[in-house]
């Protein structure tokens, strides 16, 4: 990337340190600690800053030249993004879960398939519960019902009308959301073509290919197999009420090629060389492009064939089918959790030197994706119902739909309230080894306090309890997957016609009210969840500062590519990496080493944009990363991506000229390589001993003079204040410089 017209570029023979912030950050004044900054590369959505000239701080520790990469506003922005965060969000998860699959070849291509069918699961979902609400609650009964048609001119224009046509009108309502999130998938993807790098074959580290390739020729093929399987749901929908009435030769047909279209779709989503390779065969587009058009020719057919075919309708109860095909739906997504779970379990089972539940990720967040993809249609539909019913409508007493969304609730919610009571059990029963270890991390770093210094002392051992439980989440998070897998499959209980509050009664004698009244508080709570989300949205629109704190779940979930779900939102990383490795060439080529500094997720960054730099580029760089999660989070949960090799590989490429900082009340960062102290031996031998600094927290105990508190307990903030990083900038540049040709 280099610098625009007027913007200055940076001299040579000078050491860079180049810093990359993690998620929420305030602005590249923030990161560099300095009033005044001015941009020299990129546009307000990701640029390079620095000092202004002419402040007396200028330079950073040790005479470095201070650059900061702002790259915060790629996967945040304005309330229409937050507030599609609320219904895009289960698309993310099931995104990122294709990217916790094992590294071996055969476990990663059956997690991927089941994770891509998962996604067309979630798809499917969200398209019955549009058609929940057009087709059966305003189509099929509410226009049936003069008492519902009351005071609402708006639908009473529609009411006596032929169900047939009733139906077609409603059915424009799913149709348009469908067409809604096609275009609004099509569109993020053509931000980021200028800053591709261009595609080369990569034997490097997996990491190393993220922003490497253009996703979007295979991310619109993966679209218009959703597209297609979304208005064949559509179709199966209208086609079972219709069946209902009988099953002429017509419908049959129509029946069967939805049948297949939906087969295809599934089939599609599991061949490789469709979706993860050759970007630019225009053979495979037009198998996608064919299947997606045919999914539209056949829902005009199905349009057609209700507005003009003679039918006697029986519109009483529920609309017909709806109840049947969305608790099959339902069942299938249980069944897929489980054969994830089986194939997943069966890999780390086979891998020597790991626990199982850390090859679990997948389950965790696909499990958590259908758990929230099914509350929020549950609750659309049964929030809708509500708004109709007004006492009087048959709304509330929907047969089959209501008693699958029931139980969908009821299974999500206990799949929450379970995990909740766990967790709660964990922390108590864990609290006391968490302490001792605690307790001996503060006796180690204190020594001799003072007297008055009790109080204090207690304050950072509780930090450290606190930051210790990060490493209890994986269990409690695998126990979460189980029960809401074993939700979903409760679901099928509605195909039995009982409802939750009758069934658990007969066989547990717990109260039939009582489960029924979990249920609406379930249902409430997601309720006020949704509203707050929606509330945040707004004030994220007006207060850049509360927009920041919003788009964390943005900046998390986005970082890896689009692999599963085309309707997620766009990977940032498919710009800031390439963009990275750019600046830092361009810094290079000018004569200057550059000290790639990495906090937090920004460490992850830095890291994938380390694994793409030419040898000649990364001889001259360094890195420093600081409450870096790379081995406590992202190795767990991306074994195929983060690993010893790999991290070894990053350390390899820049000569070991790495320095990572970590403390111990970090609940989210941690160390790399070794958890030794200062003063003990590494628990392993080479180069990769002298990367992990352990930082001390808080600096003291009491008050220093002048100051009226005791230095703060900094945990997972930056350390750029801190005296042991700007001893490792140091130490990193005096290495660059003596590098130097």
């Keep these: 990337m280099t610098a625009g017209p007027g913007r200055a570029q940076a001299p040579s023979g000078e050491v860079v340190e180049l810093r990359v912030h993690g998620v929420s950050s305030a602005g590249a004044a923030e990161v560099l600690d300095r009033p005044l900054v ?21 330079r950073g520790t040790g005479g470095v030249t201070l650059e900061a990469y702002r790259w915060s506003d790629l996967p945040s922005g304005t309330a229409l993004r937050t507030l599609s965060l609320l219904f895009l969000f289960p698309f993310m998860l099931i995104n990122v879960a294709v990217w916790m699959r094992p590294g071996d070849a055969l476990g990663g291509a059956v997690v991927r398939a089941l994770c891509r069918v998962l996604g067309l699961s979630l798809t499917s979902l969200y398209v019955l519960a549009g058609a929940g609400v057009a087709l059966d609650l305003v189509a099929w009964q509410c226009l049936s019902s003069p008492a519902c048609l009351s005071d609402r001119e708006w639908l009473s224009w529609l009411g006596g009308r032929p169900v047939g046509l009733r139906l077609v009108v409603l059915a424009l309502v799913p149709s348009a959301a469908v067409s809604l999130l096609w275009w609004g998938a099509r569109r993020p993807g053509r931000s980021f073509t200028a800053f591709r790098a261009p595609e080369r074959a990569s034997a490097g580290p997996p990491l190393s290919t993220i922003g490497q390739w253009d996703t979007e020729p295979l991310m619109g093929r993966l679209r218009s197999i959703h597209i297609a399987a979304a208005f064949a749901t559509l179709d199966g929908s209208l086609l079972a ?46 198998i996608a492009r064919a299947l997606r058009a045919t999914a539209i020719a056949l829902t005009v057919a199905v349009a057609g064939h209700l507005l003009f075919a003679p039918a006697r309708w029986r519109a009483d109860g529920g609309l017909p089918g709806y109840g049947s095909i969305l608790t099959w739906l339902l069942v299938t997504h249980a069944v897929l959790l489980g054969a994830l779970g089986v194939v997943l379990l069966w890999h780390r ?87 001792r270890a605690a307790q001996a991390v503060v006796e180690r770093d204190f020594p001799a306090p003072p007297a008055e210094a009790a109080p204090r002392l207690r304050q950072v051992r509780a930090a450290i309890v606190r930051a210790r439980f990060t490493d209890l989440l994986v269990p409690l998070a695998v126990l979460f997957a189980i029960m809401a897998g074993a939700g979903a499959a409760t679901t099928a209980m509605a195909l039995l016609r009982p409802d939750p509050g009758e069934a658990l009664q007969r066989r547990t004698h717990v109260p039939a009210e009582l489960v029924m009244f979990g249920i609406e508080v379930g249902g409430v ?73 990495g906090y937090s997720h920004g460490s992850v960054l830095v890291a994938a944009t380390v694994l793409q730099l030419p040898a000649e580029i990364s001889a001259r760089v360094a890195l420093l990363t600081y409450s870096s999660p790379l081995r406590r989070l ?19 490429r820049v000569g070991w000229r790495w320095l990572n900082l970590w403390r111990d009340t970090d609940a989210v960062g941690g160390w790399i390589f070794s958890p030794h102290r200062a003063d003990e031996p590494a628990g392993i031998t080479g180069p990769a001993a002298t990367v992990d600094r352990r930082l001390r927290d808080p600096d003291g105990l009491v008050a220093p003079p002048g100051d009226s508190v005791p230095p703060p307990i900094k945990g997972h903030w930056p350390a750029e204040s801190d005296q042991a990083y700007g001893a490792a900038v140091r130490d ?9 040709p």
């Design 349 to 435: 089972l086979r891998a020597r030197g790991h626990q199982p539940p850390n090859g679990l990720g997948a389950l965790v967040v696909a499990a958590a994706a259908g758990g929230l993809a099914v509350a929020y249609s549950a609750e659309l539909v049964q929030r809708a119902a509500d708004l109709l019913d007004r006492g009087r409508s048959p709304a509330d007493a929907l047969p089959g739909p209501a008693r699958a969304y029931d139980w969908a609730i009821y299974g999500f919610f206990r799949a929450l309230l379970v995990t909740l009571v766990a967790a709660a059990v964990v922390a108590l029963v864990s609290r006391r080894g968490r302490t």
């Design 732 to 740: 990193l540049a005096a290495r660059l410089r003596a590098a130097a």
């Design 634 to 652: 992202y190795a767990r949960l991306f074994p195929a991506y983060v690993g010893d090799e790999m991290l070894c590989g990053i350390g390899g």
């Design 241 to 286: 009420a219709r069946a209902a009435q009988g099953v002429p030769p017509a419908v049959a047909a129509l029946l069967a090629v939805t049948g297949a279209v939906l087969l295809a779709c599934v089939v599609l989503v599991c061949v490789p060389p469709l979706v993860d390779r050759a970007p630019g065969d225009p053979r495979r587009d037009r």
């Design 38 to 58: 001015r941009q020299v590369a990129g546009d307000r959505s990701a640029g390079f800053y620095r000092p202004r000239p002419g402040l007396s701080d200028e």
């Design 525 to 597: 709570a997601l309720s006020a969840a949704v509203l707050a989300v929606v509330v945040a949205a707004v004030f994220a629109y007006r207060s850049p500062g509360f927009r920041r704190h919003v788009g964390v779940l943005f900046d998390l979930a986005t970082f890896w590519p689009r692999s599963a779900h085309p309707f997620a939102p766009p990977c940032y990383a498919e710009r800031a990496v390439p963009e990275l490795a750019r600046r830092i060439t361009f810094l290079v080529q000018s004569g200057n080493g550059v000290l790639l500094a």
